[in-house]
């Protein structure tokens, strides 16, 4: 799919979903291989670190502040699978692109008791490449869990 070291591209956006507001972060894959490629199913994701946003002190009464991780050290945030559209086969010639959504809500979520931290970097597994793509910085801030679309998804521009 993409080679290793290029990094796959991202764009924002909301989503409402159970009546409830969600972004959706647009991740867009370019097939970068001399041949066709057929996709189908849903990416693997991973979060790793902890890339603080605002500044805080460590000490007993800032309790949100995040704890001090190494970029490689994997976040327990939970990935499910989206329902929003079923898979089916994206078929790329080379050079063309397809995306998908990661949908999360913000730690600024009243119901959100965590800080306000993105993660490091997201490493994206695409089935069929033996080496999995990373995004450093991601611009997403999620509370506990990330939704992921199935390949092909993308927001609707009303």
């Known amino acids: 799919m993409a080679s290793p070291g290029e990094k796959p591209g991202q764009s924002h956006g909301q ?90 809500i913000s730690t600024f979520a009243q119901e959100c008791v965590k800080g306000i931290v993105q993660p490091y970097r997201v490493e994206i597994s695409v089935p069929g490449d033996s080496h999995p793509l990373s995004l450093a910085h991601p611009a997403l801030q999620p509370c506990d869990d990330v939704e992921v679309t199935s390949f092909g998804s993308a927001l609707s521009r009303a």
Not at 63 to 88: D, W
């Open 15 to 104: 989503v409402r979903e159970n009546n409830e507001d969600r972004f959706a972060t647009t991740i867009l894959l370019r097939n970068t291989g001399n041949s066709r490629c057929v996709l189908n199913g849903w990416p693997g994701i991973v979060f790793y670190g902890y890339d603080v946003i605002t500044t805080c002190e460590q000490n007993p009464q800032t309790p949100s502040c995040p704890p001090g991780t190494r970029p490689a050290e994997r976040r327990n945030i939970r990935v499910t699978r989206s329902q929003l559209l079923p898979p089916s086969d994206i078929a790329l010639a080379p050079g063309q692109t397809t995306s998908f959504l990661l949908l999360w």
